[in-house]
């Protein structure tokens, strides 16, 4: 026997499988040539980043058009991290979002696949052979240094402006002999597993295939990595290795702060003479901060958390059409192209993803928000804003659902066509729908006065109540209001006033805005004449009749 397969024995007695055994256990999947294994891999550290469920869609959408698989896998490892009910949280935003997982732990509490168990914590033993197999062939090695004794390592590398790591004369423990070694393990000594590196950072590269990046020439990895630490439990650079080949993942999508392990990794990967996966590197998804850019903090940026998009009541789709747009610039066109078009039909492409970093834009993300609510049809716009108020206003929710369908005839103003697009999240609905309803309904009698005179105002009141028929159309109705603003001075369309603005006070355009003012209180709303008939004749000469007294009232004191 040789050596270090003595030593291998002496560090991990209780394991008597071999490496050959899981690859009975986890035998290859039986997948279409060609399909894609791809995997969502988060720490349980707290809320679900905008950044992780990018990554997410990506890999998701990387697997599925190509007939594969999408699992996830969740890395708790790391207890001093975790945070209770973070997998919950992945779980749930999950459903929400439509995120599709064929295995692991997100569609119920249980594991869900044959390749598991997908916790981290409940894969020790696999960690635990393949860490022994690599003692076994002379990759990795007992370490027994302290704390204390890595602190002075660093401290002296640092103090001769050395790059710091545990590597070549720095490792102590790598020259120790087997025998030496022995007799520290069975005096009880706490170890750690560490590789045991081949690489020369100085002199040689190692080309990395990046599937996002392209090819890509980094330094060879030189640092004897902790492998298993003295718990036994793994680094997620051993870990990861482990499960993705027994998973059978073949793209690994992740951030960009990895790229510079990934020479570690496929060192690993090479040490097991395993075939590695591809991997690919987003670019942090970024916000302008002043004069410049920088990366979506959770910290910092409340549009970071997941959470924030169903407080801000943005439709699911809108999230996920928004991402795809960071992801694909060509998803805008093809969604003009294909506008009733599920979006997993959409050919998703790793080539077209943005190399330097995706820039987070609320705007846009509204714009097509707006879009999507405007094309929904008016039942369906009623239960998704009404099951957003439930939990978000339930003050509004009880005025709206009070007359449920008066509340459907508000919605429906100008929604053939999609023209009406005011709402651009369910937190818009109360600024855009209370004006309907009585309760907290008030004007704010300077917007009709800060331009035209209290005198015009009232004898615009006057003449609408004179000749207000709720039963006239569109046409008629708007020629009233031509012949107030004719009687009154003001030209009768924009056109005429232009041509010659010194004859006229102003144009009709003013006495319509007169009475939008008076029926909602606000000076941008849909049609006038569509809510003037929704509102309800009642409703309409109740609120211009009160304003005119007020205003009379006033006149009156002056």
């Known amino acids: 026997m040789a050596d270090t397969t003595l030593l291998a024995e002496a560090l991990f007695p209780h394991v008597t499988r071999l490496g050959a055994d899981l690859e009975i256990q986890y035998p290859p999947r039986n997948l279409p040539t060609g399909a894609a294994i791809t995997r969502f891999a988060p720490s349980p550290t707290g809320f679900m980043h905008i950044g992780g469920l990018f990554a997410a869609l990506i890999s998701e959408r990387l697997a599925h058009q190509s007939e594969g698989v999408f699992f996830v896998r969740i890395e708790d490892t790391d207890k001093k991290r975790e945070v209770e009910g973070a997998t919950d949280i992945i779980r749930t935003t999950f459903a929400e979002y439509g ?63 050395i790059r710091p790591g545990y590597r070549g004369q720095w490792a102590r423990c790598r020259t120790h002999t087997v025998d030496e070694a022995l007799a520290r393990v069975r005096a009880g000594a706490p170890y750690v597993i560490r590789l045991r590196s081949e690489g020369t950072f100085d002199y040689h590269k190692v080309t990395v295939d990046d599937c996002i990046k392209g090819s890509l020439s980094l330094p060879e990895n030189d640092l004897d990595t902790v492998l298993l630490k003295s718990d036994g439990y793994p680094t997620y650079h051993f870990a990861h290795i482990v499960d993705d080949h027994l998973m059978y993942t073949t793209h690994v999508i992740r951030g960009d702060e990895w790229l510079s392990s990934t020479p570690l990794h496929l060192e690993l990967w090479s040490a097991f003479g395993w075939t590695a996966p591809r991997y690919g590197h987003i670019a942090p998804i970024q916000k302008v901060d002043g004069g410049g850019k920088r990366k979506l903090s959770k910290r910092k940026d409340p549009e970071a958390n997941m959470a924030y998009y169903a407080e801000k009541g943005y439709p699911v789709p809108a999230v996920i059409e928004y991402l795809l747009n960071l992801a694909n610039s060509n998803f805008e066109d093809w969604r003009k192209e294909h506008p009733a078009t599920d979006y997993r039909k959409f050919p998703f492409s790793l080539k077209k993803l943005n190399v330097s970093g995706a820039l987070f834009d609320e705007v846009k993300l509204m714009s097509i928000s707006k879009e999507l609510i405007a094309a929904l049809p008016v039942e369906e716009m009623y239960t998704q804003m009404t099951t957003w108020l439930t939990v978000h206003d339930s003050a509004l929710f009880d005025v709206v659902t009070n007359d449920a369908a008066y509340t459907k005839s508000i919605l429906g ?49 006057d003449r609408f109540l004179e000749t207000y028929d709720p039963s006239d159309d569109a046409t008629v109705w708007f020629g009233k209001v031509q012949a107030i603003a004719a009687a009154l001075g003001y030209a009768e369309n924009l056109k005429a006033f232009k041509q010659n603005p010194t004859a006229y006070k102003g144009h009709v355009g003013t006495i319509a805005q007169i009475l939008r003012i008076a029926v909602t209180g606000k000076t941008k709303t849909p049609d006038l004449h569509t809510v003037m008939t929704v509102l309800g004749a009642e409703r309409v000469g109740t609120r211009i009749r009160a304003l005119r007294d007020i205003l009379k009232k006033t006149r009156q004191m002056l």
């Open 99 to 161: 995120i599709v997982v064929d295995e692991g732990l997100v569609r119920t509490s249980e594991s869900v696949g044959a390749y598991g168990p997908y916790l981290q914590s409940e894969r020790l033993d696999l960690y635990a052979i393949c860490a022994k197999h690599l003692v076994a062939i002379g990759r990795a090695y007992p370490c027994f240094c302290t704390s204390e004794e890595l602190a002075a390592n660093t401290a002296t590398q640092e103090a001769q402006k």
């Open 413 to 461: 103003i100008e929604k053939e066509g999609a023209k009406r697009k005011d709402i651009r999240a369910w937190s818009d609905a109360r600024e855009e729908l209370i004006y309907f309803f009585d309760t907290g309904f008030a004007v704010d009698t300077t917007l009709l006065t800060s331009d035209t005179p209290k005198e015009i105002v009232v004898e615009v009141f």
